[in-house]
């Protein structure tokens, strides 16, 4: 779905002819709103707000209908204590969220600079998101906006601010139309043909590899994990290498179509989400396209390792030993513990690349859902490149913490017959840890001579935060939430600025 337009005015947002006016409350001390809007524009109208029960909460919306002296009906939302670039960012996603049904909106929020600014219109635009495909019937009340001014009290230079909110948007939009597409329709092959779709007219290259390419290549855990499926495993590889470029950022995405848990079946309760597990894949792929439409001085490398974890004759099997693209043996005790063995060959054939800065994003385990809660990603892995990403994520409002790989959760994976185990039967202490100690076998040496990460490699388990199952908030409603799309943009502009 395309994102709204968006638009920087300042004119006033009383003689808007957009559909809705939008305007900021915060909640005082008192518990009483108080309108961030000028009384002299909008005469009255504070006074009435806790007349109709609006407190300036945060997540609070609500339309009030014709105001005198206003061209479009208002409607108020909530900035809870205070307008902070986080608040406003909740609000404006909020108002992008729920008003469905209305063609173009006009925001009159307390914004203080050009970053704030850029902050509301993505926000909006991102929360301005429906997924409509597979429903029938009148769907207009459900249509997201499809225009957003932004009302400011004085003119800011606009260095891309427009563009870079409209970007941000695209991109999460683009995981969140991914992750909601049913596997019956998005699999592996599928998944690289819809990429093809989505870099049409950009300056990127793909490199695909399917079944028998992915073992004559040595890509023993993509090819291990897919061959469950009728539908064959793909390791696809889109390269944005612009010239003069000086840094390379490689991604690899955790993109496992459907996860059934394969022959360590899942519970029948488990698996409707289980199509979100390609979650790391989509958000790799967005954000090399955003970095091509950008143009961004970096080079960045996405590599999807795409299959299906499914139950068959032909299913990978508890006891089986594989090889992996760089030679280490694992043999496979669990095999619902298969994103890590994806994702073992890409790694290990990225960081053979030398690439300046190595990132993973896998939805990887139920442990770190545990560990962290459902909007927290936790972050593992080399210190430099933790707090390369650490730092792009507070620039960016996404909650994120770094969580230790202690030495001796490594005895975990021992094998008695191979290198190491994907996982151990019965144990379940620290599993994100020692889900991030398997990943680290096969990322080389940080800063070393040979095939590796020069700065170095970052894990990010998004388990938790990739799907909201509770109620929504912000701009996030119910099922893809595209968390970590704005985190590696981030540190993408920071990568290409170095």
């Excluded at 897919?226 to 064959?232: F, P, T, V």
Aim: hydrophobic share 45%.
């Amino acid at each position: 779905m395309a994102v709204p337009e968006l638009v920087l005015s300042t004119e006033p947002v009383t003689a808007s002819d957009a559909e809705l006016i939008v305007l900021g409350a915060t909640r005082g001390p008192d518990g009483a709103a108080v309108l961030a809007a000028s009384d002299a524009d909008f005469p009255g109208l504070g006074a009435l707000l806790p007349l109709v029960g609006v407190t300036g909460a945060a997540d609070e919306f609500r339309r009030l209908g014709p105001v005198a002296g206003v061209a479009a009906p208002v409607a108020v939302v909530g900035l809870g204590p205070a307008a902070t670039r986080e608040s406003l960012r909740s609000a404006a996603g909020v108002v992008g969220r729920l008003a469905s049904g209305i063609g173009s909106l006009a925001l009159a929020l307390p914004v203080a600079d050009a970053g704030e600014a850029e902050v509301v219109l993505e926000a909006a635009a991102s929360g301005a998101y429906a997924f409509l495909e597979y429903r029938t019937g009148a769907l207009e009340t459900k249509r997201p906006p499809r225009r957003i001014v932004l009302h400011l009290a004085a003119q800011l230079a606009d260095d891309g601010i427009v563009a870079r909110a409209a970007s941000t948007a695209t991109a999460t939009h683009t995981v969140r139309d991914l992750v909601n597409t049913p596997a019956s329709d998005l699999y592996p092959e599928s998944f690289v043909a819809r990429a093809r779709e989505l870099a049409e007219g950009l300056p990127v290259e793909f490199e695909v590899l399917a079944d028998e390419q992915l073992v004559e290549g040595g890509y023993g855990g993509i090819a291990a994990v897919g061959k469950g499926s009728a539908r064959g495993p793909r390791l696809a590889v889109v390269r944005y290498s612009p010239a003069g470029a000086a840094k390379h950022l490689a991604i690899v995405g955790k993109g496992i179509t459907f996860d059934s848990g394969g022959l360590s079946l899942k519970p029948p309760a488990s698996m409707p989400t289980m199509k979100y597990d390609m979650t790391g894949a989509a958000t790799a792929l967005a954000v090399v396209l955003e970095a091509a439409r950008r143009q961004l001085p970096v080079k960045v490398s996405a590599w999807l390792c795409l299959a299906e974890n499914m139950p068959s004759g032909s299913a990978l099997r508890p006891g089986d030993v594989l090889r992996t693209w760089n030679g280490t043996t694992v043999e496979v005790t669990n095999t619902d513990a298969e994103g890590r063995l994806v994702l073992a060959d890409g790694l290990a054939a990225a960081a053979a690349e030398n690439p300046e800065l190595l990132v993973d994003l896998a939805t990887l385990t139920g442990a770190a859902k545990i560990a962290m809660g459902e909007r927290t990603t936790a972050v593992i892995g080399d210190d430099e490149a933790v707090q390369a990403v650490l730092r792009a994520a507070r620039a960016s409002d996404e909650p994120m913490w770094p969580m230790p790989l202690p030495p001796e959760l490594r005895s975990v994976l021992d094998s008695e017959i191979a290198d190491l185990a994907n996982a151990k039967p019965g144990h379940t202490a620290g599993g994100m840890l020692v889900a991030g100690h398997f990943l680290r076998t096969f990322v080389g040496t940080a800063g070393g001579d040979g095939p590796g990460a020069r700065i170095g490699w970052a894990h990010l388990d998004l388990a938790g935060p990739a799907y909201n199952s509770g109620g929504a908030y912000g701009g996030v409603g119910k099922g893809p939430t595209a968390v970590a799309v704005r985190t590696m943009l981030a540190l993408t502009a920071e990568l290409a600025e170095a």
